[in-house]
C-alpha cells in the first residue's frame, strides 16, 4: 500500500508535526508513504518526495509546512482533478491524508467521491472552526502567541493609559477572539457570532473609566460583524468619547508562525497516527478529531454540513470579568 500526504490551505503551527506522524506511521506499518507539495497542486504536477521516517527528523518543533501549502484553482476543475488522479494512479497511491481546513477536506471529499480514492481529514487550521473536533491543530499555538502579544501591549496601554484595539485572525469564527480575550484579559471581545451594537461598546468603555481604569484593551476578530473594520471602530470610539485616544494593532500572519506548542504537537502526532490506522482498516471520508480527550472519527460530509459553535458561557464570563 503507498499512503499520499499533503497540507493544504493557510499554513498552522503543528502540521509538521501531524506530517511526521503520518510518515512515521507508515514506516512502523510498513506502508510507503508520499509527500506532495503545495497541496492539491502537487498532484497536479505529479510534484512529489518518497518519505521515510528519517525523512522527517527535527520537525516537530518546526512551525509551518515542510510540505509546503497552496490553494489550487485547477483543482476545482473536474480536468485538474483527473490529471491529479492519473498522477496518483502513476505512481500507485491508494490513498490520501489531508492536512488542512474545511475547504481542503470539501475538495478530498469531491475527488474521493469523482474518482473513489479513499481520503482521512487530519484538521489543521489556528480558528478551531471544524466540526467534529474540540480543537485543531495550531488553535493552542496561535492563542499562545496572541495572550504574549497582548500582555507586552497591555504594558504600553498601562505606561500611557491609552485605549489599544486588538485585531486577530477569524473572519468566519470567533475563537481565538474569545479565548484569548479572556485569557489576556480585555475588557472588550468583539466576534463574528455577536452582532454587537456601538453603543455597547461605548457604554463598557465609559463604564471602565468610571471604575477606575485607566487602560483598556479590545480583542476583535477580523470577521466582527459592527458594520467597521478594526481602524474605523477606533475612530468611532475616539470621536464619541473624549477620555480616550485609541490604538490599533493588527496581529496579522504572526498568529500562523512559530514553534508548535506541546500541546498541538501531541494533537498532531495522535491524529497523525489514528488516521494511517484508519486507512490500513479500510476507513475512508473521515476526519480524525478529538473529543473528550478521545480520538474520534466523523464523516466528511457531516464536517462540510456543520460547523463549530462559540461556548456561550464564555461569552457570560467574558463580561462578568471585564467589570
Keep these: 500500500m503507498k499512503i499520499g500526504v499533503m497540507t493544504s490551505g493557510g499554513d498552522a503551527p503543528g502540521m509538521n508535526a501531524a506530517i511526521r506522524a503520518v510518515v512515521r506511521a507508515c514506516a512502523y506499518y510498513n506502508v510507503k508513504c508520499f509527500g506532495y507539495y503545495r497541496g492539491y497542486e502537487g498532484i497536479i504536477e505529479n510534484d512529489f518526495i518518497e518519505l521515510t521516517s528519517r525523512s522527517v527528523k527535527n520537525i516537530i518543533n518546526k512551525g509551518g509546512t515542510m510540505l509546503k501549502s497552496a490553494r489550487s484553482e485547477e483543482f476545482r476543475l473536474a480536468e485538474g482533478r483527473k490529471k491529479a488522479y492519473d498522477n496518483l494512479k502513476s505512481e500507485d497511491v491508494d490513498a490520501l491524508v489531508l492536512i488542512g481546513g474545511d475547504g481542503t477536506f470539501t475538495g478530498g471529499a469531491l475527488f474521493s467521491k469523482e474518482f473513489d480514492i479513499p481520503v482521512i481529514g487530519i484538521p489543521g487550521t489556528i480558528d478551531n472552526d471544524i466540526y467534529g ?10 492563542l499562545n502567541t496572541v495572550v504574549e502579544a497582548v500582555d507586552k501591549i497591555r504594558d504600553t496601554a498601562s505606561s500611557h493609559n491609552r485605549l489599544f484595539f486588538v485585531e486577530v485572525m477569524g473572519r468566519d469564527a470567533g475563537f481565538i477572539a474569545l479565548n484569548s480575550g479572556i485569557g489576556a484579559g480585555a475588557e472588550e ?9 456601538l453603543e455597547k461598546l461605548l457604554e463598557s468603555l465609559k463604564r471602565s473609566k468610571i471604575s477606575g481604569k485607566t487602560s483598556s484593551i479590545v480583542i476583535v476578530a477580523e470577521g466582527d460583524k459592527t458594520g467597521k473594520n478594526v481602524f474605523e471602530l477606533a475612530e468611532y470610539v475616539k470621536e464619541n468619547l473624549d477620555d480616550y485616544s485609541p490604538r490599533v494593532t493588527v496581529l496579522g500572519h504572526l498568529q500562523r508562525g512559530g514553534s508548535p506548542s506541546c500541546f498541538d504537537r501531541v494533537l498532531a502526532s495522535r491524529l497523525g497516527v489514528k488516521a494511517v ?22 464523516p466528511i460530509i457531516e464536517i462540510m454540513r456543520c460547523k463549530n459553535s462559540i461556548n456561550k458561557e464564555l461569552l457570560r464570563i467574558s463580561d462578568i470579568l471585564s467589570i
Design 277 to 298: 490506522e484508519l486507512l490500513l482498516d479500510g476507513k475512508k471520508d473521515i476526519m480524525v478529531g478529538v473529543r473528550n480527550n478521545e480520538v474520534v472519527a466523523t
Design 189 to 197: 471581545i468583539l466576534i463574528p457570532e455577536e452582532d454587537q451594537p
Design 133 to 142: 473536533t474540540q480543537f485543531t491543530i495550531g488553535y493552542d499555538t496561535a
